[in-house]
């Protein structure tokens, strides 16, 4: 799982694994990662430029925190031992790399709009879950407000429609991106 910390402050407690968000399902998940050969939870690779998280979140027990290195010294000796600090320019292609050399073979995205855009910006992106909800609400100017990519023009980046699924009045859209 690889989180912006955006999205991360906004969560409060969050554990960000599929036994938390369907406790029903547990048993099913642990024995699925066990067959899979995978570990017992995937890891949460949080990044974050400023280090202003808090570090007592119980997700962070074992995450990757991904960071810049005044980051780097806000969070030093404030992370559970288990954390593990990653500091230096984030690069997300090599945060990617690291995983991958780690074991990872897919990594779920709940970034914000900000972290889109970067793994949208160096094409990192191979899929794109979007969520259409039932609800609409306005803009104003100023209002702080971010869409689904910030501060990156994609220029009408065409996408391909694999899935479209629905429940009740959601829908549940999956597209490809371009490589």
């Known amino acids: 799982m690889l989180l912006g910390a955006g999205t991360f402050r906004k969560s409060g407690g969050h554990l960000w694994h599929a036994d938390h968000v369907y406790p029903a399902a547990a048993a099913r998940f642990a024995e ?10 995937p890891p949460l690779v949080l990044v974050t430029a400023t280090g202003e998280i808090d ?5 962070l027990r074992d995450a990757i925190v991904v960071t810049t290195p005044a980051g780097e010294s806000r969070l030093r ?5 288990t954390a593990r600090i990653v500091a230096g320019p984030i690069r997300l292609r090599e945060v990617i790399e690291l995983l991958r050399s780690e074991g990872v073979r897919v990594l779920l995205s ?18 794109l879950f979007l969520t259409s909800s039932p609800r609409l609400f306005g803009r104003w100017p100023g209002d702080g407000r971010k869409g689904l990519i910030d501060g990156l023009d994609l220029r009408g980046t065409p996408l391909e429609l694999l899935s479209a699924r629905r429940h009740g009045s959601f829908l549940f859209l999956r597209y490809a991106l371009p490589r």
């Open 32 to 41: 699925l990662r066990r067959k899979l050969g995978l570990r017992p939870q």
């Open 55 to 59: 570090p007592a979140q119980p997700a």
């Open 77 to 81: 000796g404030q992370l559970p031992d």
């Open 110 to 127: 709940e970034g914000g709009p900000s972290l889109v855009a970067q793994l949208a910006e160096e094409k990192l992106l191979d899929e």
